[in-house]
C-alpha cells in the first residue's frame, strides 16, 4: 500500500498545550495522519483561533497559562458549530471529568496519553460526528 491516505486527511485540528516537547509530538503524529494542525500554547489564544477559524477538532490541555483549559474549552463550546474537544490532563480528579463534561467536553484522557490513543480517539469522534450528519 502506498500513499494511504492518512486517518485524518485534511481535518483541521488545534492543539492547544503549553509544554513544548507535547505539542510538538501530539503536531507531528497528527500531521502523519494528514491532519491541517494548528497550535497554541495558552488558553486565550485556543479561544481566538476558535473564534477566527474555528478547527474540526481540539486537543486540549487543562493547565495552561493565561485562561485555564477549562475557561477555554466553556468559551469554545460556546460556539454555534462548536469543535470537538479532547481534554487532556495530569489531573485524576473526577471532579474535573465532571466538570469537562458539563462544559461539552467529547472526550477526557488522562496524561501520559499514548499517542495511539488519542489518534484513535480523535478518529472515533470523527467518525461518530459524520455518522450524525449523514443522518440529514
Do not use: W
Amino acid at each position: 500500500m502506498s500513499e494511504a491516505e492518512g486517518r485524518l486527511e485534511d481535518v483541521r485540528v488545534l492543539i492547544v498545550d503549553d509544554d513544548r516537547d507535547v505539542l510538538e509530538s501530539i503536531d507531528a503524529v497528527f500531521q502523519a495522519e494528514g491532519a491541517l494542525t494548528m497550535v497554541a500554547m495558552d488558553g486565550d489564544e485556543a479561544v481566538k483561533i476558535c473564534a477566527e477559524d474555528p478547527p474540526d477538532l481540539v486537543v486540549l490541555d487543562v493547565m495552561l497559562p493565561k485562561r485555564s483549559g477549562f475557561l477555554a474549552l466553556e468559551k469554545i463550546k460556546g460556539y454555534e458549530n462548536s469543535p470537538i474537544v479532547i481534554m487532556v490532563t495530569a489531573n485524576e480528579g473526577r471532579r474535573h471529568q465532571a466538570y469537562a463534561e458539563s462544559l461539552g467536553v467529547d472526550d477526557y484522557l488522562l496524561k501520559p496519553v499514548p499517542l495511539s490513543r488519542l489518534l484513535d480517539t480523535a478518529v472515533r469522534l470523527l467518525d461518530e460526528l459524520d455518522d450524525e450528519g449523514d443522518d440529514d
